[in-house]
């Protein structure tokens, strides 16, 4: 391997370990965070003669709800409003939280494959 070329491999694995270091800093500044989806429902109620029967702009609510799984089972968390916000945030925080790790694993799969390409032509 040409020396030009080990320089750029040498240098592409610095870059590498700064990008990978930086992601990780995002990690440490995530809050809670929990997988699920915000549901807001209107609901019947269980009196036959009430409005909210006749038709789906009478019914009751709205209802709010934050729907995950645990165990292949789906829990569904009822919330008030005043909580919407936080499993809002919580929700985003596990979204960027997946997004960052697929983000790392992609940057490790390519430096890992440069780290492997150096210690072949002995770059070192």
Do not use: W
Not at 90 to 95: E, F, G, L, T
């Amino acid at each position: 391997m040409k020396a030009i070329a080990k320089t750029r491999l040498a240098a592409l694995i610095r870059s590498d370990a700064q990008r990978f270091a930086a992601l990780k800093r995002e990690i440490v500044h995530l809050h809670y965070f929990c997988k699920g989806t915000l549901l807001k429902r209107m609901m019947k109620c269980g009196n036959k003669k009430c409005a909210c029967h006749r038709g789906p702009a009478k019914r009751h609510g709205p209802y709010f709800e934050c729907t995950y799984k645990v165990q292949n089972k789906t829990v569904n968390l009822k919330l008030y409003p005043e909580a919407l916000h936080l499993y809002r945030a919580a929700i985003h925080q596990s979204r960027k939280l997946k997004l960052l790790l697929g983000r790392m694993e992609r940057l490790s799969r390519s430096a890992l494959a440069r780290l492997a390409q150096q210690k072949l032509t002995g770059a070192d």
